[in-house]
């Protein structure tokens, strides 16, 4: 069973920034891909940004340039730095983890954190 906690949401201006933590705690064999995704009120859940464990990312059209997703192997954790905040920012934010059980054979396995919201004001 694999953990994953969040933390750094809150209310910040438009314009500001905030960085985000996801650390992954449990029994697991590696983290391949790790994620962010964000769900606004009333809309579907949608990606944020990804990045493989190789440090390859991709990113939604919408906070290219303006967010940043980066992880630390040894730590189990990946972040986001969010900069340039806009109101349309606002969502819950959760992490996800793409995990290997046991061996590289005891894959995927996917988890979720229990969400941050990231509150933008106007």
């Known amino acids: 069973q694999v953990q994953l906690v969040e933390s750094g949401g809150g209310l910040v201006q438009a314009g500001g920034s905030l960085r985000l933590s996801c650390a992954a705690s449990?029994?697991?064999?590696?983290?391949?891909?790790m994620g962010w995704y964000r769900q606004a009120p009333g809309q579907q859940r949608e990606l944020v940004a990804h990045i493989t464990s190789g440090g390859s990312t991709n990113y939604a059209d919408s906070v290219k340039g303006r967010f940043t997703i980066s992880r630390d192997n040894a730590k189990n954790t990946v972040y986001l730095q969010m900069n340039s905040l806009k109101f349309e920012d606002t969502a819950v934010y959760y992490c996800?983890?793409?995990?290997?059980?046991?061996?590289?054979?005891?894959?995927?396995?996917?988890?979720w954190g229990q969400g941050t919201q990231v509150s933008v004001s106007s």
């Open positions: 449990g029994s697991f064999f590696s983290i391949n891909a």
């Open positions: 996800n983890a793409d995990v290997c059980g046991s061996s590289w054979y005891d894959c995927p396995y996917d988890y």
